[in-house]
């Protein structure tokens, strides 16, 4: 207990003062993300990723941490995915070329042993989707920072329950770096995690989450794992959807997100980043509460039927043309990022 709560401290104070110092460099050498009239640097990933893995391994030289199990390979396949994001930040590298290097990644960590060839290669899958999610929702203010601590607590909480201290413990020491860029990624953002952080985040609680529900059945563990990424695969869903009916190509980016839907609506972009968070608090309720058996898998449902109501709510709203003003209040500038 006394270890966990000095790593978290830790992690999210060392994260607060990387990303600030990085904060220079970025804007330095042109590593920004271009938002209307500023630009913001794209270098929060890297301390979300550096100070996590740093204070991952200092706890475990000092004998102090839990015994790794595993997670050592996750921090250096979450690092190469982590790089793989940060050229694709520099040189806007093509989605296949992301999603093919998180595959092999993935492929890398997957516990095939327990789960087996063909739910390990669905798990290979599942993971670059999340993956890929979490890359898309890295277009407003706070958002993937918000959804993100909430998603890597409740994949904790479920490694927790069977007793993975190690992964429990890597994911924690992610949610409080994911804390502590909040403090500068907070609307108006000062600096994004960016492919480099939003890639390495989604892997980390990805993989973990792989972790937690080896050897469980497939059907109910897909319960449990959609209830931990709702909001995620909502996000995907709509933008999916949309372009797919516009005629337009999937990895062309564009205001279509849920975020982005619900500024049309008049929500203020710290107020989407809330709306989202307690969304995906929601679901990750109810997926841990499942995971641990103090409810029945059919509450899952309602988190699926609720995601599908949101999805369906939101899509009537309109992904190009004025937004609607509900609120004499002055909005923030929509941000636009491919996604």
Known sequence: MLYGITA???????????????????????????????????????????VTGLVVVAGEWLGSAPPGDGTHGVLVAAGAVALLGLAGDVWRLRRRVLAAGTGV?????????ETGIGTGLLAVGWVVAVVAGFRGLDHADGLVGTVGVVTAFGVAACAAVEVMDA??????????ALTGL??????????????????AAGFVIAVGAVYARAGSGVVASAGVLFGLTAVVA?????V?????????????????????????LGVTAPGASLLLGAG????????????????GAGALWWVAGGALVVVLSLFRVPAYGPRRSVSTQVSAPLRVRSG
Do not use: Y
């Open 234 to 238: 909502a996000d995907a869903v709509l």
């Open 182 to 199: 909040l403090l500068h990624n907070w609307h108006p953002a000062r600096v994004a995690l960016g492919g480099c952080g939003s890639m």
């Open 280 to 295: 995906a608090l929601s679901g990750v309720l109810v997926g841990v509460l499942a995971h641990a058996g103090r409810i």
């Open 8 to 50: 978290a401290a830790t992690a999210l104070l060392l994260t607060a003062l990387l990303a600030a110092i990085l904060r220079t460099p970025a804007l330095r050498l042109r590593l920004v993300e271009r938002r209307r009239q500023r630009d913001v640097p794209l270098s929060g990933g890297v301390a979300v990723v550096l």
């Open 167 to 176: 992964v429990a413990g890597l994911v924690s020491v992610l949610a409080a």
């Open 240 to 264: 999916l959807v949309t372009r797919k009916s516009a005629g337009r190509g999937l990895g062309r980016g564009g205001p279509d997100h849920l975020a982005h839907r619900l500024r049309r």
């Open 105 to 113: 990644a993935a492929a890398c960590v997957v516990p095939f042993a």
